[in-house]
């Protein structure tokens, strides 16, 4: 990465951290291949692992602060589990020569187990989580499908035999479980993380999901001009698109005739409450002027014979 080019706040050494994981998949890229993320599409991390359309690495708020309570939670965990931890540094990539598109960056080793410790017997993978109050259900069983897949590809990385857990919910409570290595689930996921990989070799893209608008928009920003012979398959899909977009336009139909009674029957007043106690408000509001920036965009529009 060019110095000229990094953004603020980065430095030489995670600039090559961050590259270097364009060269593999790592932790966090595992529940994406699976169709477990909750954050990003398949088509998103191809698009990331060929840095196409790259947009600038700003990491949001909630991430700033997962990284800053990254170690009062591994202490907490220490003190809690009586376990000692060895922090490998947050720019430290491992990998296996069995899976030589595998790659993972330890939050923290379990490098040793307190007598009576059950048969834990170290070195461990321990993952580290911060999430919001809203999130807590989805931990009440351990950890959510996501993190589960995360662990177990570094299990598969590292070659541990289990892993834990730690947890800071909300900003006030923390929660901590192990996780057992499971072969069965290594292998079935090992080998969709190979399928992917191919799919980078071959610069051949996996499918669009409904959250690959801006994506798209990305990869391909301007039309060439050329005429491209669609295969049958999307005879079927442009029907289903016809379908839903009656669908659409039935259920747009419908709201706007809902909506127009109740504002009927509010009138001239401000607010409308029903038996039950929901109010519904229908209230003046001045929308600003202003004047939108010149910009060029494509736009699907279909024709028929």
Same mark, same amino acid.
């Given at each position: 990465?060019?110095?000229?080019?990094?953004? #603020?706040?980065?430095?030489?050494?995670?600039?090559?951290?961050?590259?270097?994981?364009?060269?593999?998949?790592? +932790?966090?890229?595992?529940?994406?291949?699976? +169709?477990?993320?909750?954050?990003? !599409?398949?088509?998103? =991390?191809?698009?990331?692992?060929? +840095?196409?359309?790259?947009?600038?690495?700003?990491?949001?708020?909630?991430?700033?602060?997962?990284?800053? @309570?990254?170690? /009062?939670?591994?202490?907490?965990?220490?003190?809690?589990?009586?376990?000692?931890?060895?922090?490998?540094?947050?720019?430290?990539?491992?990998?296996?020569?069995?899976?030589?598109?595998?790659?993972?960056? =330890?939050?923290?080793?379990?490098?040793?187990?307190?007598? &009576?410790?059950?048969?834990?017997?170290?070195?461990?993978?321990?993952?580290?989580?911060?999430?919001?109050?809203?999130?807590?259900?989805?931990?009440?069983?351990?950890?959510?499908?996501?993190?589960?897949?995360?662990?177990?590809?570094?299990?598969?990385?590292?070659?541990?035999?289990?892993?834990?857990?730690?947890?800071?919910?909300?900003?006030?409570?923390?929660?901590?479980?192990?996780?057992?290595?499971?072969?069965?689930?290594?292998?079935? =996921?090992?080998?969709?993380?190979?399928?992917?990989?191919?799919?980078?070799?071959?610069?051949?893209?996996? /499918?669009?999901?409904? &959250?690959?608008?801006? !994506?798209?928009?990305?990869?391909?920003?301007?039309?060439?001009?050329?005429?491209?012979?669609?295969?049958?398959?999307?005879?079927?899909?442009?029907?289903?698109?016809?379908?839903?977009?009656?669908? @659409?336009?039935?259920?747009?139909?419908?709201?706007? =005739?809902?909506?127009?009674?109740?504002?009927?029957?509010?009138?001239?007043?401000?607010? &409308?409450?029903?038996?039950?106690? #929901?109010?519904? !408000?229908?209230?003046?509001? !001045?929308?600003?002027?202003?004047?939108?920036?010149?910009?060029?965009?494509?736009?699907?529009?279909?024709?028929?014979?």
């Amino acid at each position: 990465m060019n110095t000229e080019t990094m953004p #603020v706040g980065m430095t030489d050494e995670k600039a090559r951290w961050l590259e270097e994981r364009k060269s593999g998949i790592g +932790g966090s890229d595992a529940p994406v291949i699976a +169709g477990l993320s909750p954050y990003k !599409t398949p088509l998103q =991390l191809y698009c990331e692992k060929l +840095g196409i359309g790259e947009q600038p690495n700003v990491a949001s708020e909630a991430a700033e602060w997962g990284i800053l @309570l990254e170690d /009062p939670v591994a202490q907490k965990y220490q003190r809690e589990t009586g376990r000692t931890l060895f922090y490998p540094g947050p720019f430290t990539i491992q990998r296996n020569p069995a899976y030589p598109f595998a790659l993972c960056t =330890l939050d923290r080793k379990i490098v040793g187990t307190p007598e &009576g410790d059950g048969s834990r017997t170290p070195p461990a993978v321990l993952q580290i989580k911060t999430t919001s109050a809203l999130h807590e259900e989805d931990w009440a069983e351990g950890p959510p499908p996501h993190v589960y897949c995360q662990v177990q590809h570094e299990m598969a990385v590292t070659g541990y035999a289990w892993a834990s857990v730690a947890v800071l919910i909300g900003g006030q409570k923390f929660r901590w479980c192990d996780v057992e290595r499971d072969n069965a689930y290594i292998e079935d =996921l090992v080998a969709k993380e190979e399928t992917f990989w191919q799919r980078i070799i071959a610069l051949d893209p996996p /499918p669009a999901e409904a &959250g690959d608008r801006d !994506t798209i928009a990305r990869m391909y920003p301007q039309d060439s001009g050329a005429i491209v012979e669609l295969s049958g398959e999307f005879l079927s899909l442009d029907e289903e698109l016809l379908v839903a977009k009656a669908q @659409l336009s039935e259920c747009r139909t419908r709201v706007d =005739l809902l909506e127009n009674r109740i504002k009927a029957a509010i009138g001239e007043a401000s607010t &409308g409450i029903l038996p039950n106690g #929901v109010k519904f !408000t229908y209230k003046s509001q !001045t929308r600003k002027e202003y004047v939108c920036a010149a910009s060029t965009f494509r736009v699907l529009r279909r024709s028929a014979k």
